[in-house]
């Protein structure tokens, strides 16, 4: 009877977690390993990474002048696990490039929570960035063209009172690169993530943008013990140590 209730309770625990996300259907969850998907496939679903559960997409594309016609099975992403304490997704574009005076943009949000089994909560973002831009005529002004990516983190949905955990912005211009960054907070047992990522292209100064690859990541950190939980064990030590003396 114990050994059935143990397992009816992990299983109800496992349910729930995929409860946080939303989802309206989970799929490819093969022994927690790294799966691939096309965005278009991956909106609405369920994946895991690792101790961690991605889910809750939403997305869109557009584009617009000289760009090539893009949708969302151009993108790919691919989750991974490991490292353990920082698991995530890549995700590649195929193609997200423009020249002349076209412009590319991939908008998305997504929910990522913990399994309540793991005890790990979420205490930082990262992101990176495979891509640049291409200098116009040399000697020339400057090229316009852009390749950007920015991203707000909240405790939740912002339209449903979600609060700002903080934002990330990285980027290739003209005149400066930053391919990387990350934020740190109070840690979390689960975000909700908005991410626009868009290339611009400079058909006046000259100038090209692309992004191949976008690289995320999570990193965790033990759920805290409470303080009082470290003050009643010792406790509850002594008063089984008393119940052996008298009773035992």
Do not use: C, H
């Not at 151009?74 to 490292?83: A, G, K, Q, R, V």
């Not at 990522?197 to 033990?222: E, H, T």
């Amino acid at each position: 009877m114990k050994k059935k209730f143990a397992i009816g309770l992990l299983l109800g625990i496992f349910l729930v977690s995929f409860a946080l996300v939303g989802s309206a259907r989970a799929i490819a969850l093969g022994g927690g390993g790294g799966t691939t998907i096309t965005m278009d496939s991956f909106v609405g679903t369920t994946l895991l990474m690792g101790d961690k559960v991605l889910g809750g997409i939403a997305a869109s594309v557009g584009y617009v002048g000289t760009a090539t016609p893009i949708t969302l099975s151009n993108f790919t992403l691919t989750t991974f696990p490991t490292p353990a304490n920082n698991p995530g997704f890549i995700m590649t574009s195929m193609p997200l490039a423009v020249v002349a005076l076209g412009s590319q943009d991939l908008t998305m949000s997504f929910v990522v929570a913990t399994l309540p089994t793991s005890g790990m909560l979420i205490d930082d973002v990262s992101v990176s960035m495979v891509g640049g831009v291409i200098p116009g005529v040399t000697g020339g002004p400057p090229t316009l063209a852009s390749a950007t990516i920015e991203e707000n983190v909240y405790t939740a949905n912002p339209i449903l009172g979600g609060t700002l955990l903080g934002s990330i912005s990285i980027g290739a211009t003209g005149t400066s690169s930053v391919l990387s960054g990350s934020i740190s907070f109070a840690p979390v047992s689960s975000i909700f993530v908005i991410k626009d990522i868009s290339v611009n292209g400079d058909g006046i100064n000259g100038g090209a943008a692309n992004i191949s690859q976008v690289i995320q990541q999570f990193s965790q950190v033990p759920v805290p013990v409470p303080p009082s939980v470290l003050f009643f064990a010792p406790g509850l030590l002594g008063l089984v140590g008393l119940r052996k003396r008298f009773f035992g």
